[in-house]
């Protein structure tokens, strides 16, 4: 069935913005652009300038019931984690479909029409096996159908607890372990089947891997994890030199960056995204540079925990993929997540106009779409995915500033979303989710009963 949109402004790419551009689709793709044109009696008004569809390419979906939760008194990742830990050691596969589909309808109203998410909440309390060892990844499957937005559910290895390969503590880290890379396989073999047997029922899913870090899987078991996602020619994220306490911690145990010890167990590679990727040696970032591995940067995160700034540039003039998440939701923007690679630039040198907006806009675009594995969409061209996102150059935070990408990426806010279309179909209109209206008042409720019911009186976690 033909659809047909008609955008007052659009961007088509580099530096170019075109007028009254009528774009026409067919089953989810576009079909035909025409720039400078009236519009037709049919077609739908898009507002504003509309840009290809945002990739949130790192999300921990849990994490969003943190937000605002952990900002009393000094602290660390570490003590920020242990809470963390609690917040997971309370999930059962429905309050997770109905957290997770709060917190991707929050995305899709911030324009974001592919997620990653980085998931190793995998089993029961204990870490015993649901009576399907992946309920938990198929409620973030139906969270993520639930609010329109497609899913590269990057399902990972997390089996130890240092890069010692000391084990998972007692309490909530049990639940993430699958025991051995052979077994992680085993389980996400027949997760992949599932999705593949249901493929055709919404917005798309796509079965990625990932190796938690090289904190979370021993050397020898990664090879597991790396040959699926070769056989299968899927995504391979890992959270890697996030953290200056990791990297001590792999040098006592390896001798080597955790950049090197991926290098050479050959996780490293063009569809592999090293998420992070804040505290490099510059023989970490050649490594990078020569497998082409692309980067995820989480700017609102990193700051939030007081992570660090990465080495932007010099990645950005790798051969390898950058793209940009939300990662622990301390914020869902992904304008903002873009500013943020530039303007942490400026304070760590004193200088500015280091990063193009066109640049930082791909990033958000078609680079994290690509990180993801849809290697369709992140473009308004023919043949693309029919993802439209219109953002609003007339708001309070953008009025004055002109068309340009400029004032979509330093000023614009996941509150200037006005429209979203994912793979053809409206999702956001007007700034309201079509199908989940109510968002802010559910996700309140959903975290609410996570957060806030004391322990004891929870029902048992099936």
Aim: net charge negative.
């Amino acid at each position: 069935m033909a659809q047909s949109w008609w955008c007052e402004q659009a961007w088509l790419g580099g530096d170019t913005i075109a007028d009254r551009v009528l774009i026409t689709g067919a089953d989810g793709r576009i079909t035909a652009i025409v720039t400078d044109t009236e519009r037709p009696a049919g077609a739908r008004r898009l507002p504003g300038l509309v840009v290809p569809g945002l990739a949130n390419a790192h999300s921990h979906a849990f994490h969003r019931a943190l937000r605002s939760r952990t900002q009393r008194n000094r602290g660390s990742f570490w003590t920020w984690r242990d809470l963390m830990y609690r917040a997971a050691d309370r999930l059962d596969p429905d309050s997770y479909r109905d957290l997770a589909r709060g917190v991707y309808a929050e995305m899709a109203l911030a324009g974001v029409t592919s997620v990653g998410e980085f998931h190793y909440l995998h089993h029961d309390v204990g870490g015993a096996r649901y009576s399907d060892p992946n309920a938990m990844g198929q409620a973030l499957i139906q969270g993520a159908a639930d609010a329109g937005v497609r899913l590269t559910l990057l399902d990972t290895c997390y089996l130890s607890a240092a890069p010692d390969g000391s084990p998972l503590a007692e309490g909530p880290q049990q639940r993430f372990g699958d025991g051995s890379g052979d077994r992680w396989a085993e389980r996400v073999e027949a997760l992949r089947s599932q999705v593949s047997a249901s493929a055709g029922s919404g917005p798309g899913v796509l079965v990625g891997a990932a190796l938690h870090s090289v904190r979370g899987v021993p050397i020898e078991h990664m090879p597991a994890v790396i040959e699926w996602a070769e056989a299968y020619q899927a995504p391979l994220h890992v959270h890697s030199s996030e953290q200056t306490r990791e990297i001590e911690q792999c040098l006592a145990v390896h001798g080597r960056t955790p950049t090197a010890v991926l290098r050479d167990v050959g996780a490293l590679g063009p569809r592999t995204t090293a998420v992070h990727a804040t505290h490099l040696t510059d023989e970490d970032v050649a490594d990078l540079d020569r497998t082409a591995t692309g980067v995820c940067f989480c700017p609102t995160t990193e700051r939030d925990l007081g992570d660090g700034i990465g080495p932007a540039p010099a990645l950005l003039a790798g051969s390898g993929l950058f793209s940009l998440g939300s990662d622990s939701h301390a914020v869902i923007d992904m304008f903002e997540e873009a500013r943020a690679v530039e303007l942490d630039e400026r304070l760590a040198r004193r200088e500015r106009g280091i990063i193009s907006a066109e640049r930082l806009l791909g990033a958000a675009t078609a680079e994290g779409q690509h990180a993801l594995g849809w290697t369709d969409a992140g473009h308004l061209r023919v043949g693309a995915r029919a993802d439209l996102v219109a953002v609003d150059l007339g708001s309070i935070r953008t009025a004055g500033g002109g068309i340009t990408i400029e004032n979509v990426v330093f000023a614009a806010t996941a509150g200037d979303v006005t429209d979203v279309v994912v793979d053809g179909r409206v999702v956001v209109a007007d700034r309201r989710h079509v199908a989940l209206p109510d968002t802010a008042a559910d996700l309140a409720l959903t975290i609410r009963e996570l957060m806030d019911v004391p322990a004891d009186t929870l029902a048992p976690v099936r």
